[in-house]
């Protein structure tokens, strides 16, 4: 039961390292593109505005992997502890982290791209992005 404990201890561990660089990417996002709309107002010029697409582009696609990640290991958790269905439950060894086998569902990458948790922020961003540049320009 000690080990038990312990390997849910590192599984939980990286589920709040995941969850950090999530939000720190978030940050990132915001600061860049606050940066490039800073560049925007003091020149006027549209370009740094279109620039500013990219980088929240980026982030969304950067953000949805540690989201994917995140929910992967979450999935470990569940497993280790006993949380999940008795049908879909997996099999894991103590201090096995296996979460190549978690791929299908809600661990499929594309869903968590458009997931509640993370489409609205970039899409509003990006579409926010993308009408300011053609009525700007």
């Not at 107002?41 to 540690?66: G, H, K, Q, R």
């Not at 994917?68 to 096995?96: C, H, M, P, T, W």
Request: aromatic share 16%; charged share 15%; hydrophobic share 45%.
């Amino acid at each position: 039961m000690e080990n038990k404990i312990k390997h849910l201890e590192f599984i939980q561990a990286t589920i709040t390292r995941m969850n950090q660089n999530s939000f720190q990417i978030k940050g990132w996002m915001i600061t860049i593109i606050s940066a490039l709309l800073a560049l925007y107002a003091s020149s006027e010029n549209t370009i740094y505005i279109f620039i500013a697409i990219v980088p929240a582009i980026v982030f969304w696609f950067l953000d949805a992997y540690y989201l994917q990640q995140e929910r992967k290991f979450r999935g470990v958790y569940n497993d280790v502890a006993g949380l999940s269905s008795e049908d879909s439950r997996l099999e894991i060894k103590d201090f096995e982290m296996p979460i190549q086998k978690y791929q299908c569902g809600k661990y499929c990458y594309f869903n968590v791209l458009f997931s509640k948790t993370i489409f609205p922020l970039y899409g509003i961003v990006i579409a926010g992005l993308v009408i300011a540049y053609i009525l700007l320009n």
